[in-house]
C-alpha cells in the first residue's frame, strides 16, 4: 500500500522558516516524480514544486521561487521542502504527492502568523 | 498561468440523480505528445484529495464506474451517473500540460 507521510508543519512568525519532510512507503520511491501541493484553509489547491527522480530537475511555481527549496534523499525514501522568508499567505496544509498526483500524503499544517 | 473555470461552483444533487461538472482551460491542454493533461478529483470533507480520473477519461484504480470524464482541447466534463451519499465532497480540474499545474476553484457537491 502506498502511503506518504508529511511532518514538520507547525506555528512560525513571518519571515521564519521550517523543514516540511515526507517518508514514503509501499512503493519505488526512486521511481517517481515527487510534489508538493498547498491548500490555505478553506480554500482551493496550489501545485507548490516538484522534483525528478534522480533530483536533477526542480520547478516551483513563481509564489515561492527562491524562498522554498524541494529535495529528496532516495535512499531514505524522503522528500522534503525547505520553507524560508515564510509569509502569512504561505499558510495551509502543505501535501506531499505522488507523480500524477496519484497519490497524497494526509498533509502537515504551516501556520505563519505573528 | 492556465486558468481553470468549474461551473458550477456548488451543486446540490438527489440521491440516484445523475451530475455533472464542467472545467474550461484558458488554453488547449494539448501537450506536445498528443496526451490531454486533464485530471479530477475528488476532495471529502476532512481528507486529502483523492485522484478519479486522468488523462481526461481514465478511471483511477477503485473508482466506481458511475464516474466518467470526457472532454478535448479546453472543455472539460465530469459526470456521475447517479449521486451516491459517500459522493458528497468538493470536485477539482486540474492541468498538467503546462507548468505550473493549476485547478480549478472547486465544486461542491452536495447531497439534497
Known amino acids: 500500500e502506498v502511503q506518504l507521510v508529511e511532518s514538520g508543519g507547525g506555528l512560525v512568525q513571518p519571515g521564519g522558516s521550517l523543514r516540511l519532510s515526507c517518508v514514503a512507503s509501499g512503493f519505488t520511491f526512486s521511481s517517481y516524480w515527487m510534489s508538493w501541493v498547498r491548500q490555505a484553509p478553506g480554500k482551493g489547491l496550489e501545485w507548490v514544486a516538484k522534483?525528478?527522480?534522480?533530483?536533477?530537475?526542480?520547478y516551483y511555481v513563481d509564489s515561492v521561487k527562491g524562498r522554498f527549496t524541494i529535495s529528496r534523499d532516495n535512499a531514505k525514501n524522503s522528500l522534503y521542502l525547505q520553507v524560508n522568508s515564510l509569509r502569512v499567505e504561505d499558510t495551509a496544509v502543505y501535501y506531499c504527492?505522488?507523480?500524477?498526483?496519484?497519490?497524497w500524503g494526509q498533509g502537515t499544517l504551516v501556520t505563519v502568523s505573528s | 498561468d492556465v486558468v481553470m473555470t468549474q461551473s458550477p461552483l456548488s451543486l446540490p444533487v438527489t440521491l440516484g440523480q445523475p451530475a455533472s461538472v464542467s472545467c474550461r482551460s484558458s488554453q488547449s491542454l494539448v501537450y506536445s505528445d498528443g496526451n490531454t493533461y486533464l485530471t479530477w478529483f475528488q476532495q471529502r470533507p476532512g481528507q486529502s484529495p483523492r485522484r478519479l480520473i486522468y488523462k481526461v477519461s481514465n478511471r483511477d484504480s477503485g473508482v466506481p464506474d458511475r464516474f466518467s470524464g470526457s472532454g478535448s482541447g479546453t472543455d472539460f466534463t465530469l459526470k456521475i451517473s447517479r449521486v451516491e451519499a459517500e459522493d458528497a465532497g468538493i470536485y477539482y480540474c486540474?492541468?498538467?500540460?503546462?507548468?505550473?499545474?493549476?485547478f480549478g476553484q472547486g465544486t461542491k457537491v452536495e447531497i439534497k
Open positions: 504527492a505522488r507523480q500524477g498526483p496519484g497519490y
Open positions: 486540474m492541468q498538467a500540460t503546462h507548468w505550473p499545474p493549476t
Open positions: 522534483i525528478k527522480q534522480d533530483g536533477s530537475e526542480k
